[in-house]
């Protein structure tokens, strides 16, 4: 049974710096993985999703890699904003089934 | 594109009472999905239809929870009756096929309170 575990559960940091949000699974047999973000009491918002192909995928400040072997997966965040604070959610696909992880809470502090 | 629309946006009910959640995915995905989210915790799969029939009910409590899709395109999801467990996000999701190529999208939520 896949699980995914997501670290740190809650990271707070100041405007403008870099950071790296952790996954990992269990389960390196994986289809994708996608990252979405979620606002207090929103539903989820998709961010990158990586084919199981995929070494990384790009989108503006966001860049997620995916390393199968080792399954794990990082969302780097450059130059962070405010309105970059949220709950960061990633999900592997694999047998028909998508998992969660718990999340991680991200605070930005101007 | 329109998203995946969803509604009542909130819900506050009395334990025992019931309550139905309404679900309705991208025009032409085949693949609807409602997870459940507690507070704190990641999604957790309830049911999966693919285009009007079940493909995944392994999660969800089928003596207080059910789910349709008559026609293949819009959903609801069922809780009767009610307990204060209950009370999350449940989410409705949908995707091109069941394969996941695609990427899942997620509807805005149904936020439950069950006092």
């Known amino acids: 049974k896949q699980e995914v575990t997501q670290i740190p559960a809650a990271l707070s940091v100041p405007e403008g710096e870099n950071l790296v949000l952790n996954c990992s699974f269990t389960?390196?047999?994986?289809?994708?993985l996608q990252w979405f973000r979620q606002d207090p009491g929103k539903g989820l918002t998709s961010l990158l999703l990586?084919?199981?192909?995929?070494r990384e995928q790009t989108s503006g400040r966001l860049n997620a890699s995916l390393d199968k072997s080792s399954g794990r997966s990082t969302l780097y965040i450059a130059a962070s904003q405010p309105g970059d604070s949220a709950t960061y959610l990633c999900?592997?696909?694999?047998?028909?089934?998508?998992?969660f992880g718990a999340g991680t809470r991200l605070t930005v502090k101007p | 594109e329109a998203g995946v629309a969803q509604s009542p946006r909130y819900k506050i009910i009395e334990k025992r009472q019931s309550v139905a959640f309404w679900c309705n995915p991208i025009?032409?995905?085949?693949?609807l999905y409602w997870y459940q989210q507690i507070l704190g915790q990641g999604p957790k799969l309830l049911i999966q239809?693919?285009?009007?029939?079940?493909?995944?009910d392994s999660q969800l409590p089928k003596d207080r929870f059910s789910a349709e899709r008559l026609k293949g395109v819009d959903s609801t999801l069922k809780i009767q009756p009610a307990k204060l467990e209950d009370s999350a996000v449940y989410l409705c999701?949908?995707?091109?096929?069941?394969?996941?190529?695609?990427?899942?999208?997620f509807g805005s939520g149904t936020r439950l309170t069950v006092v």
């Open positions: 999701a949908s995707s091109l096929n069941a394969g996941g190529a695609y990427g899942y999208t």
């Open positions: 389960d390196s047999a994986i289809y994708n």
């Open positions: 990586i084919q199981s192909s995929q």
């Open positions: 999900a592997v696909y694999n047998n028909n089934d998508m998992r």
């Open positions: 025009s032409g995905h085949a693949t």
């Open positions: 239809f693919q285009n009007n029939g079940v493909v995944d």
